[in-house]
């Protein structure tokens, strides 16, 4: 970068938003290598001094509340928010992006395998007019060979069912503040932001960077969880599976017609033939199998309009923690805590401003 294009973005608030779920293995060290981070960028002239580090703790029930308390506490340029209760990494993310500052807000996981150095190129693609920063994995070899071949898969997947996602890039970007604006535009209540951001439509660019290992405890994404994020993207972005079955179920009727011609043409040419047990049983088992399938990928979108239409919110903050105080939520609107996207900001204590930490 130019010393000129410094000058003309001298003052960019960047705030990094840290999804936490039990993390309290790994957060000390995620917490001094972006502090560090925001130190240099400080000193490189590339952020304001006011850029922070917005932790979300996701409903934890180990020590990550405690950590992130005391950091606030000690006076470090970070912010805390609590939710009421773990409401999964994509709302997680969601509440950081509405919670924070910055004029751009990079979201990165707690566990240190996206590597925080891209976060520096990050910076200056935004400088370079980029709204949208996309970190991409140019090598995963740290992940298991069962992770990146189901995650390539997906990827794959879901481009062949018409959605655009950037293949390799997982929550890792920045968004800036025009893009979380129109990302607050988005209500779905299943939400997708892998899905969501390249929507948006703004100036993109790309980071690509070096997935490592998780730096300490375990993922928070057992198999479990993985298939429901994956159902969840390819139900709230596609209607091709739909289309699928309409198509299925056309086949299956030529098929059947195909089937019908052959038994009398059996009929009438060979007539002391029996008809065979095979041919009556085994296209009762298939259409039952296909059926039912057809009914379980119908139950999906059913299910996805009967929480859409519920409206119920994404995310429930508890409490924040900021650097000058720490209050519980419940300010009044326009408050930069108090614009959250569907997520629902609980009242804790009365009083305004009244220290709930
Ligand atoms: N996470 C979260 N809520 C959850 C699950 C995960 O906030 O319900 C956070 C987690 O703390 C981490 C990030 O989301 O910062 C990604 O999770 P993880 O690294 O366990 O996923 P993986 O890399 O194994 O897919
Ligand atoms: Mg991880």
Same mark, same amino acid.
């Given at each position: 970068? &130019?010393?000129?294009?410094?000058?003309?973005?001298?003052?960019? /608030?960047?705030? #990094?938003?840290?999804?936490?779920?039990?993390?309290?293995?790994?957060?000390?060290?995620?917490?001094?290598?972006?502090?560090?981070?925001?130190?240099?960028?400080?000193?490189?002239?590339?952020?304001?001094?006011?850029?922070?580090?917005?932790?979300?703790?996701?409903?934890?029930?180990?020590?990550?509340?405690?950590?992130?308390?005391?950091?606030?506490?000690?006076?470090?340029?970070?912010?805390? /928010?609590?939710?009421?209760?773990?409401?999964? =990494?994509?709302?997680?993310? $969601?509440?950081?992006?509405?919670?924070?500052?910055?004029?751009?807000?990079?979201? #990165? +996981?707690?566990?240190?395998?996206? +590597?925080?150095?891209?976060?520096?190129?990050?910076?200056?693609?935004? =400088?370079?007019?980029?709204?949208?920063?996309?970190?991409?994995?140019?090598?995963?070899?740290?992940?298991?060979?069962?992770?990146?071949?189901?995650?390539?898969?997906?990827?794959? $997947?879901?481009?062949?069912?018409?959605?655009?996602?950037?293949?390799?890039?997982?929550?890792?970007?920045?968004?800036?503040?025009?893009?979380?604006? @129109?990302?607050?535009?988005?209500?779905?209540?299943?939400?997708?932001?892998?899905?969501?951001?390249? $929507?948006?439509?703004?100036?993109?660019?790309?980071?690509?960077?070096?997935?490592? *290992?998780?730096?300490?405890?375990?993922?928070?994404? *057992?198999?479990?969880?993985?298939?429901?994020? !994956?159902?969840?993207?390819?139900?709230?972005?596609?209607?091709?599976?739909?289309?699928?079955? &309409?198509?299925?179920?056309?086949?299956?009727?030529?098929?059947?017609?195909?089937?019908?011609?052959?038994?009398?043409?059996?009929?009438?040419?060979?007539?002391?033939?029996?008809?065979?047990?095979?041919?009556?049983?085994?296209? #009762? @088992?298939?259409?039952?199998?296909?059926?039912?399938?057809?009914?379980?990928?119908?139950?999906? @979108?059913?299910?996805?309009? @009967?929480?859409?239409?519920?409206?119920? *919110?994404?995310? $429930? #903050?508890?409490?924040? !923690?900021?650097?000058?105080?720490?209050?519980?939520?419940?300010?009044?609107?326009?408050?930069?805590?108090?614009?959250?996207?569907?997520?629902?900001?609980?009242?804790?204590?009365?009083?305004?401003?009244?220290?709930?930490?």
């Amino acid at each position: 970068m &130019t010393p000129n294009d410094l000058n003309s973005h001298p003052l960019t /608030v960047l705030s #990094i938003v840290v999804p936490c779920f039990n993390e309290d293995a790994v957060l000390k060290e995620t917490y001094s290598r972006l502090s560090s981070l925001r130190e240099h960028l400080v000193r490189e002239g590339k952020i304001a001094h006011g850029s922070e580090i917005v932790f979300v703790d996701d409903g934890s029930c180990d020590r990550t509340w405690e950590l992130i308390d005391g950091w606030v506490r000690g006076g470090a340029p970070v912010v805390g /928010v609590k939710l009421s209760r773990n409401c999964g =990494h994509q709302n997680a993310l $969601l509440a950081g992006l509405t919670s924070a500052n910055g004029d751009a807000v990079i979201t #990165i +996981d707690a566990d240190l395998q996206d +590597d925080e150095s891209a976060i520096e190129r990050m910076v200056d693609a935004f =400088h370079q007019g980029n709204e949208v920063v996309y970190g991409v994995r140019a090598k995963r070899a740290s992940d298991t060979w069962f992770k990146r071949t189901t995650a390539r898969t997906f990827y794959r $997947l879901m481009a062949a069912l018409g959605v655009r996602t950037v293949f390799d890039h997982a929550d890792y970007r920045l968004l800036s503040r025009r893009a979380i604006q @129109y990302l607050c535009q988005f209500n779905e209540v299943n939400l997708f932001l892998r899905g969501v951001v390249p $929507l948006l439509g703004l100036r993109s660019a790309v980071v690509h960077y070096d997935r490592r *290992p998780r730096f300490a405890g375990e993922s928070k994404y *057992p198999l479990a969880k993985m298939v429901e994020f !994956a159902l969840n993207g390819i139900t709230s972005f596609s209607v091709t599976p739909l289309r699928a079955i &309409t198509l299925l179920g056309f086949a299956i009727s030529l098929a059947c017609l195909a089937l019908a011609i052959w038994v009398i043409f059996v009929k009438l040419t060979f007539p002391n033939a029996v008809p065979g047990w095979a041919s009556t049983i085994l296209p #009762i @088992y298939f259409l039952g199998g296909v059926q039912l399938f057809c009914a379980g990928v119908l139950g999906e @979108y059913v299910g996805k309009i @009967y929480t859409e239409i519920k409206r119920r *919110p994404r995310f $429930l #903050i508890e409490k924040v !923690a900021e650097r000058s105080r720490s209050i519980s939520v419940g300010r009044p609107q326009g408050h930069r805590f108090h614009r959250p996207v569907r997520g629902k900001v609980q009242r804790t204590r009365a009083a305004h401003g009244e220290n709930a930490t």
